[in-house]
T-cell receptor, first 112, second 113 residues
């Protein structure tokens, strides 16, 4: 399974776009990129996922490079409630256990 | 209410005692998972289940037992609790489809004295 590399921490001003990078240079062709976040003392929360194309939902946008070796999660207008640890996970798309391997993630702090 | 719930939310026990953590989901998801989260280790998979009566080990299964007699329930039992099992335990569920997500419960904070 592919591994991911994320910066350990980032800061962003409230109201600005938060761009969280993730490297996954060994990703296989059928592996998805998932993003989850964990707000302090809560369970992880799904944000978005993608395979090849860029994706957008009500929470965020996911930009995947053409070679799929890296991706960026974009929170378009960060709020204080977006302060959390963000996990980039690559997971095989086989029809079996969707085991997620969580790394250390990026601790995003939104500053007022 | 629909969703995934865990009980108890907080538990204090003593070394050697048996403890069972409960997990219940109302979505009829095929997959269910147990993770533990410790400082310095992040989230680690303990056990998972692809369907009722089907379970398999994750990364750190030693000292834990699971069962899945019903699709909606996935209890985790610590047969003889040890201090190293002090942790926050998260249950999750997910549908049996490629590219689908997992939905996590609120967690159980377990302290073993």
């Amino acid at each position: 399974d592919a591994k991911t590399t994320q910066p350990p921490s980032m800061d962003c001003a409230e109201g600005r776009a938060a761009n969280l990078p993730c490297n996954h240079s060994t990703i296989s062709g059928n592996e998805y990129v998932y993003w989850y976040r964990q707000i302090h003392s809560q369970g992880p929360q799904y944000i978005i996922h993608g395979l090849k194309n860029n994706e957008t939902n009500e929470m965020a946008s996911l930009i995947i490079t053409e070679d799929r070796k890296s991706s960026t999660l974009i929170l378009p207008h960060a709020t204080l409630r977006d302060t959390a640890v963000y996990y980039c996970i690559v997971s095989p798309a086989r029809n079996e256990a969707q085991k997620l391997v969580f790394g250390q993630g990026t601790r995003l702090t939104i500053n007022p | 209410d629909a969703g995934i719930t865990q009980s108890p939310r907080y538990k204090i026990t003593e070394t050697g005692r048996q403890v069972t953590l409960m997990c219940h989901q109302t979505w009829s998801h095929s997959y269910m998972f147990w993770y533990r989260q410790d400082l310095g280790h992040g989230l680690r998979l303990i056990y998972y289940s692809a369907a009722a009566d089907i379970t398999d080990k994750g990364e750190v299964p030693d000292g834990y037992v699971v069962s899945r007699s019903k699709t909606e329930n996935f209890p985790l039992t610590l047969e003889s609790a040890t201090r190293s099992q002090t942790s926050v335990y998260f249950c999750a569920s997910g549908p049996r489809r490629d590219g689908e997500t997992q939905y996590f419960g609120p967690g159980t904070r377990l302290l073993v004295l």
